[in-house]
Every structure is written in structure tokens, then in C-alpha cells.
């Protein structure tokens, strides 16, 4: 069972780095060894864990494949697509359970660390964890908090595209190239740019939307079909939450059909979620679909034009366009591909397992292991970064200006000093409000916080003040604030999650290990039971009780952890779901 042999052991002095993608959908983690990168398998066997948390009846948690199960027929007691969520301070309600984003991003990596011990037999502490390049200050540090709160030592963030292209550039590096890597997964968008020479592998730009992703596709099918002529629902059907939540999985198992068909039909659920013996369907073509998407692929096309500009190519100038991301399997995308570049995208990892791969890549990086101690990488900031200040129009002062301090797409790490000056004379004060954006007025960019300088000392106006932004490698923010011979001010920017306390995290901690995780060794159980109970819904009323008992009977035995009893009571139910043609094994 185990995939790896007792003969392949890590170092005993370094602790083992893990290399993890948190994405929005699916997690993966990943191990350098011997000299490449791997995935390691979760309790299921799978590869890719769903991110998705429910709590079961007992208030155990369940993270992955059998959460996805349980969100079908209880879908209040489940969380998905949080990472959208990340950095900002919103509560999700789980039964009667309540969690923050980054709660329920390190209960996944809680689970994604198991899942490596477990595997690597071996104690986990340290972890290079993926993030879209897009994700701005909040997001990357509420990532870091998740994995602070998982056990983790966060040793590197790294953007998804640039592991990506780690992986390319470890298998071709001896190429000379301009590439192109496109990574449209279920939540966010990346395009970065960048040339690989000899085993140097330069970022030159990236850009991208973190609130566009597979999701949205889904949800265009979704509204499409509720609001289909056929369909002829009310609006307060079109509320019903199993209604909509079954059919949302329908749509997705239709998208996903339409990236092999040319066609399909979508079953539609009645109000509580289950499907009549016949059902009503829904005929969508891939035409159909691909129109429908039109809106989303404009917003596709604006950052690819982006990211291209500031690195300063023509769409032709790039030799290779590289695609990750569950959803760059959407022929509409490959389409686009072609007609914006000019030749069809290049394949050759896939587009699920390669960020969680870039990761381990980084992972040896960091640890300065031999296979890799030709590659060298650089990267960049994707976004513009600066203060608020003030200027003078025919001598009168406005407010709500933007000066950029770092610009985007500069290589990092970076360390860059500006000097500014006070406005009145014998100012003691100045609040730096930090912003991010390409916009000329404070309004228009993101605020990502500020810095209070106090104790300046007196002078005229105009006396400087000087304000050095840090932009560290794994792309968190540091702002430091000084007047010659004052106190140096200086801040991690904290706006949101992270004004947290120490004493505060300790808490959340606490809270977050006081809850019970449902035994890994169990949990393939669960998720069958899981499964019978959805596909419970999926029967004509007439074949449902022979299912109903099996189930009860199972999870009887799983309660009373009676080993004989619970053998056969499990064969029983895979009999009987095996009867009624409903195979475990094709979810
Ligand atoms: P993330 O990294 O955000 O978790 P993934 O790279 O795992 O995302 O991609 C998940 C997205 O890919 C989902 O929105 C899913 O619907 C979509 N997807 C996966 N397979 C296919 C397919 N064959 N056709 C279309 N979309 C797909
Ligand atoms: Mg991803």
C-alpha cells in the first residue's frame, strides 16, 4: 500500500518540506525526492482533495472527498470555494459551527499534512505553499496564518504560475524560450510571462483577476438552465437550496462532459434535490456553452494583453503557452489559445498535479538539494504599491492621491526608499495609508493598510519623511516610516485578518485543535456512507428502501466500531449499490 519504500529515507537533521496547492477546488501536496518532485495520495488513494469541509452529525470534521459527498445531501453543514473568501473577515456557518476562510484553509492543510506523514511516515513541520499570483497582501497573509494554524512553518508562499513553470523549467533547462503560462483554475485567474535560459528562469510579468475561475462558468450554465424557456421555474423555486445545489452538481458533470462532447443533457432535480425516474433535462451543445461564456473570456483576454505589455512581447514572441488549471480543459479556452497566439497550447504536465509539483520543486530549492542546484529563479511583484498623499492645486490641498512607491512586475525580493514631507509646519503625526493599484486616485486602488508615525520632529513643513517598502519573497509587504533622527516606524500591513494578536492567533489555534478530526483511517467509510446517502436521492422511490436499510444497517456498524459486524454490513451496501448499477469506484 505504501507508495514509498523504507529504502528512500529523507536526511535526519533537516526536517522534510512539503510542497502544497491550496487551491480553490482541489489541494494537493507534493515531496522532492530523489532527485524529483512527486504527489503523495490522500486517505482515499486520490491525489487531488477537494477543498471542501463539512461537519458531520457528531460535529467531526470531514475534509476532502467525503465532505464532498455530505454537501450533496447537507449541503448547510459543508464550506467550499472559501478561498475566494481569504483575507477578509467573514464568518461561515457550518451546522452550528462557525469558521473563518483561513480556519477552513488550515483545517484543509491540517488534513493535506496528515495525508504526508501518514505516507512519508515521518513528522511534518515544514511547508512551501502555493498561492495565485494575483492574491494581494491580505490573502497571502491570511495564507500564511491558515498553515501557522495547521503546525505548519510556512517556509516560502510562491505563486502558482511561477511552481508551474518550475516544473517546466526543471524538466527543459536548457532551453531558451518565452513562455507563456495560462492558469485558470476553479476560483482565480494568473497570466505570467517569462524566459527560461540555461537553468534561469526569469518572471517577467504577470497579471491576473483573483475572483474569475471555473466556478463562474459553472454558475453561467447554472442561471442559464434555471432561467432556460423549458425550465419555467419560479423565482422562489429558483431558491430552493437542494434544488440548486444538486444541479450545480449537474452543471459541473455537464461542463466537464462539453470538454469531450458536443453535446449533453442536464438532468433537472425537484425542489428537495432528488430526480424523478424520468426526469425533465436541460440539451446544452458545446456552442451553446462556449457563447454563454462569452463575458467570462473578455475578462480572460485583458490581463493576457496585460502581462504581455509590461513584458514588453507580441503574443507571436511567445514560444511556448503553458496551461494549468482544471479549467484550461475547456475547449472554449484552448480556442482562445490558439487565436490570440497563434499555435495551440503545450501540454505536457498536467494541468491538475503541476503547481502542487512547482511547489516541491521550491522545496528542494530552498533546501539546496543537488538535483536542482543548477536552476535559479526569479520572480515579481504583480501589483503596484504605494501611499496616499496629498498635492497642491493652486494653492489649495487635496487629499486621495496614490504614489506608488514599488511598481509593478519588479523583480523581488525588493527594498525601495521614497522620501515624502510633512504638510503643515510642526507636524507630530502622519498616518500612511497603504494602497494597491495602477490608479491615480487612493479610491480606486485596494487599501491594504496603514502606519501610524508618531513623534516626528519639529520643522517647517515640508520637513521629509522617509517610507522604505519591502516586498520579500514570498510576496508579503513590510513598510517601514522614518523622520531623520525620529523613531523608525515599521509594519507587516495588517488591515484584516492579521491584525490578529499573537495572544489572539493562540486562541484561534486552540480552537481549531480542540476540534476532532474524523479518523483517517476511516474515512474511506465515510465517504461511502456519504455516497449511499446521495445517491439515495438519485432513485425512483420504488428501488430506495433496499438502499435505505443497507445504509442504516452500516452505519450502525460504523457507530458501534464492531469490526465482524461492521465487514459484512459494508459488503451488504456495496452489494446492493452494486445491484442498482451505482459504482463506488467511477465518482
Ligand atoms: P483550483 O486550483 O482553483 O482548485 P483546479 O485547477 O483544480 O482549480 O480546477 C478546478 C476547476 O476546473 C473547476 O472549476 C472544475 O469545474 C474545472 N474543471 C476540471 N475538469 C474540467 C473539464 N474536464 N472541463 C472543464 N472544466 C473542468
Ligand atoms: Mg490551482
Same mark, same amino acid.
Request: charged fraction near 25%; proline fraction near 5%.
Given at each position: @500500500?505504501?507508495?514509498?519504500?523504507?529504502?528512500?529515507?529523507?536526511?535526519?537533521?533537516?526536517?522534510?518540506?512539503?510542497?502544497?496547492?491550496?487551491?480553490?477546488?482541489?489541494?494537493?501536496?507534493?515531496?522532492?525526492?530523489?532527485?524529483?518532485?512527486?504527489?503523495?495520495?490522500?486517505?482515499?488513494?486520490?491525489?487531488?482533495?477537494?477543498?471542501?469541509?463539512?461537519v458531520l452529525q457528531d460535529g467531526q470534521i470531514v475534509v476532502g472527498s467525503a465532505a464532498r459527498e455530505l454537501r450533496v445531501t447537507a449541503p448547510e453543514r459543508c464550506a467550499w470555494v472559501f478561498k475566494r473568501y481569504m483575507g477578509q473577515e467573514r464568518k461561515l456557518k457550518l451546522g452550528d459551527k462557525e469558521f473563518t476562510p483561513h480556519e477552513l484553509s488550515s483545517l484543509v492543510l491540517q488534513s493535506l499534512r496528515d495525508d504526508?506523514?501518514?505516507?512519508?511516515?515521518?513528522?511534518?513541520?515544514?511547508?512551501?505553499?502555493?498561492?495565485?499570483?494575483?492574491?494581494?497582501?491580505?490573502?497571502?497573509?491570511?495564507?500564511?496564518?491558515?498553515?501557522?494554524? #495547521?503546525?505548519?512553518?510556512?517556509?516560502?508562499?510562491?505563486?502558482?504560475?511561477?511552481?508551474?513553470?518550475?516544473?517546466?523549467?526543471?524538466?527543459?533547462?536548457?532551453?531558451?524560450?518565452?513562455?507563456?503560462?495560462?492558469?485558470?483554475?476553479?476560483?482565480?485567474?494568473?497570466?505570467?510571462?517569462?524566459?527560461?535560459?540555461?537553468?534561469?528562469?526569469?518572471?517577467?510579468?504577470?497579471?491576473?483577476?483573483?475572483?474569475?475561475?471555473?466556478?463562474?462558468?459553472?454558475?453561467?450554465?447554472?442561471?442559464?438552465?434555471?432561467?432556460?424557456?423549458?425550465?419555467?421555474?419560479?423565482?422562489?423555486?429558483?431558491?430552493?437550496?437542494?434544488?440548486?445545489?444538486?444541479?450545480?452538481?449537474?452543471?459541473?458533470?455537464?461542463?466537464?462532459?462539453?470538454?469531450?462532447?458536443?453535446?449533453?443533457?442536464?438532468?433537472?432535480?425537484?425542489?428537495?434535490?432528488?430526480?424523478?425516474?424520468?426526469?425533465?433535462?436541460?440539451?446544452?451543445?458545446?456552442?451553446?456553452?462556449?457563447? @454563454?461564456?462569452?463575458?467570462?473570456?473578455?475578462?480572460?483576454?485583458?490581463?493576457?494583453?496585460?502581462?504581455?505589455?509590461?513584458?514588453?512581447?507580441?503574443?507571436?514572441?511567445?514560444?511556448?503557452?503553458?496551461?494549468?488549471?482544471?479549467?484550461?480543459?475547456?475547449?472554449?479556452?484552448?480556442?482562445?489559445?490558439?487565436?490570440?497566439?497563434?499555435?495551440?497550447?503545450?501540454?505536457?504536465?498536467?494541468?491538475?498535479?503541476?503547481?502542487?509539483?512547482?511547489? #516541491?520543486?521550491?522545496?528542494?530549492?530552498?533546501?539546496?538539494?543537488?538535483?536542482?542546484?543548477?536552476?535559479? @529563479?526569479?520572480?515579481?511583484?504583480?501589483?503596484?504599491?504605494?501611499?496616499?498623499?496629498?498635492?497642491?492645486?493652486?494653492?489649495? @490641498?487635496?487629499?486621495?492621491?496614490?504614489?506608488?512607491?514599488?511598481?509593478?512586475?519588479?523583480?523581488?525580493?525588493?527594498?525601495?526608499?521614497?522620501?515624502?514631507?510633512?504638510?503643515?509646519?510642526?507636524?507630530?503625526?502622519?498616518?500612511?495609508?497603504?494602497?494597491?493599484?495602477?490608479?491615480?486616485?487612493?479610491?480606486?486602488?485596494?487599501?491594504?493598510?496603514?502606519?501610524?508615525?508618531?513623534?516626528?520632529?519639529?520643522?517647517?513643513?515640508?520637513?521629509?519623511?522617509?517610507?522604505?517598502?519591502?516586498?520579500?519573497?514570498?510576496?508579503?509587504?513590510?513598510?517601514?516610516?522614518?523622520?531623520?533622527?525620529?523613531?523608525?516606524?515599521?509594519?507587516?500591513?495588517?488591515?484584516?485578518?492579521?491584525?490578529?494578536?499573537?495572544?489572539?492567533?493562540?486562541?484561534?489555534?486552540?480552537?481549531?485543535?480542540?476540534?476532532?478530526?474524523?479518523?483517517?483511517?476511516?474515512?474511506?467509510?465515510?465517504?461511502?456512507?456519504?455516497?449511499?446517502?446521495?445517491?439515495?436521492?438519485?432513485?425512483?422511490?420504488?428501488?430506495?428502501?433496499?438502499?435505505?436499510?443497507?445504509?442504516?444497517?452500516?452505519?450502525?456498524?460504523?457507530?458501534?466500531?464492531?469490526?465482524?459486524?461492521?465487514?459484512?454490513?459494508?459488503?451488504?451496501?456495496?452489494?446492493?449499490?452494486?445491484?442498482?448499477?451505482?459504482?463506488?469506484?467511477?465518482?
Amino acid at each position: @500500500m505504501p507508495e514509498f519504500g523504507s529504502d528512500s529515507s529523507f536526511p535526519t537533521e533537516e526536517p522534510v518540506c512539503i510542497g502544497i496547492d491550496l487551491g480553490t477546488t482541489h489541494s494537493l501536496v507534493s515531496v522532492f525526492r530523489d532527485g524529483k518532485p512527486e504527489l503523495i495520495s490522500n486517505a482515499h488513494g486520490e491525489k487531488l482533495t477537494p477543498s471542501i469541509v463539512g461537519v458531520l452529525q457528531d460535529g467531526q470534521i470531514v475534509v476532502g472527498s467525503a465532505a464532498r459527498e455530505l454537501r450533496v445531501t447537507a449541503p448547510e453543514r459543508c464550506a467550499w470555494v472559501f478561498k475566494r473568501y481569504m483575507g477578509q473577515e467573514r464568518k461561515l456557518k457550518l451546522g452550528d459551527k462557525e469558521f473563518t476562510p483561513h480556519e477552513l484553509s488550515s483545517l484543509v492543510l491540517q488534513s493535506l499534512r496528515d495525508d504526508a506523514a501518514a505516507q512519508l511516515n515521518t513528522e511534518i513541520t515544514d511547508a512551501v505553499i502555493t498561492v495565485p499570483a494575483y492574491f494581494n497582501d491580505h490573502q497571502r497573509t491570511a495564507t500564511r496564518l491558515a498553515g501557522e494554524m #495547521a503546525g505548519l512553518n510556512v517556509r516560502r508562499m510562491i505563486n502558482e504560475p511561477t511552481a508551474a513553470a518550475l516544473v517546466y523549467g526543471f524538466h527543459a533547462r536548457e532551453d531558451e524560450k518565452n513562455l507563456c503560462v495560462i492558469d485558470l483554475g476553479g476560483g482565480t485567474f494568473d497570466v505570467t510571462v517569462m524566459e527560461v535560459f540555461e537553468g534561469t528562469l526569469e518572471i517577467r510579468a504577470t497579471a491576473g483577476e483573483s475572483m474569475l475561475g471555473g466556478e463562474d462558468f459553472t454558475d453561467r450554465m447554472v442561471s442559464a438552465v434555471l432561467s432556460g424557456e423549458d425550465t419555467q421555474l419560479e423565482l422562489a423555486e429558483l431558491q430552493q437550496p437542494l434544488r440548486v445545489s444538486r444541479l450545480r452538481g449537474e452543471c459541473e458533470k455537464a461542463k466537464r462532459l462539453l470538454s469531450k462532447e458536443e453535446s449533453c443533457k442536464i438532468r433537472l432535480p425537484d425542489k428537495d434535490g432528488n430526480f424523478a425516474e424520468k426526469p425533465k433535462t436541460y440539451r446544452l451543445t458545446r456552442a451553446d456553452f462556449s457563447r @454563454m461564456c462569452d463575458p467570462l473570456m473578455q475578462r480572460i483576454a485583458g490581463p493576457i494583453a496585460r502581462a504581455l505589455r509590461d513584458a514588453e512581447l507580441d503574443p507571436k514572441e511567445i514560444d511556448d503557452v503553458i496551461l494549468v488549471g482544471g479549467s484550461t480543459r475547456m475547449p472554449v479556452l484552448r480556442d482562445f489559445v490558439i487565436d490570440y497566439f497563434g499555435k495551440p497550447p503545450i501540454i505536457d504536465h498536467d494541468p491538475d498535479e503541476v503547481v502542487a509539483l512547482g511547489a #516541491a520543486v521550491q522545496a528542494a530549492l530552498i533546501g539546496q538539494d543537488a538535483a536542482v542546484d543548477d536552476m535559479v @529563479m526569479t520572480d515579481v511583484c504583480p501589483f503596484t504599491l504605494g501611499v496616499e498623499v496629498v498635492k497642491e492645486f493652486g494653492g489649495h @490641498m487635496q487629499d486621495g492621491y496614490f504614489k506608488p512607491v514599488l511598481h509593478r512586475n519588479c523583480t523581488i525580493p525588493v527594498s525601495r526608499e521614497e522620501v515624502f514631507s510633512t504638510v503643515a509646519a510642526n507636524q507630530t503625526n502622519v498616518t500612511l495609508r497603504v494602497f494597491q493599484g495602477d490608479a491615480r486616485k487612493v479610491a480606486d486602488n485596494t487599501a491594504l493598510g496603514q502606519l501610524e508615525v508618531k513623534g516626528l520632529p519639529p520643522g517647517p513643513a515640508g520637513s521629509p519623511i522617509y517610507v522604505r517598502f519591502t516586498y520579500d519573497l514570498s510576496g508579503v509587504l513590510e513598510v517601514e516610516a522614518y523622520a531623520p533622527g525620529g523613531e523608525r516606524f515599521r509594519t507587516v500591513l495588517t488591515n484584516h485578518v492579521h491584525q490578529l494578536s499573537p495572544a489572539q492567533i493562540e486562541e484561534a489555534k486552540r480552537r481549531i485543535d480542540a476540534l476532532k478530526f474524523y479518523p483517517r483511517d476511516d474515512l474511506d467509510n465515510q465517504k461511502l456512507a456519504r455516497f449511499a446517502e446521495r445517491m439515495l436521492g438519485e432513485l425512483h422511490p420504488s428501488q430506495r428502501q433496499q438502499l435505505d436499510e443497507a445504509l442504516d444497517i452500516y452505519e450502525d456498524a460504523m457507530a458501534r466500531s464492531d469490526r465482524e459486524h461492521f465487514a459484512s454490513a459494508k459488503d451488504t451496501l456495496l452489494m446492493v449499490l452494486s445491484s442498482l448499477g451505482l459504482d463506488h469506484e467511477d465518482l
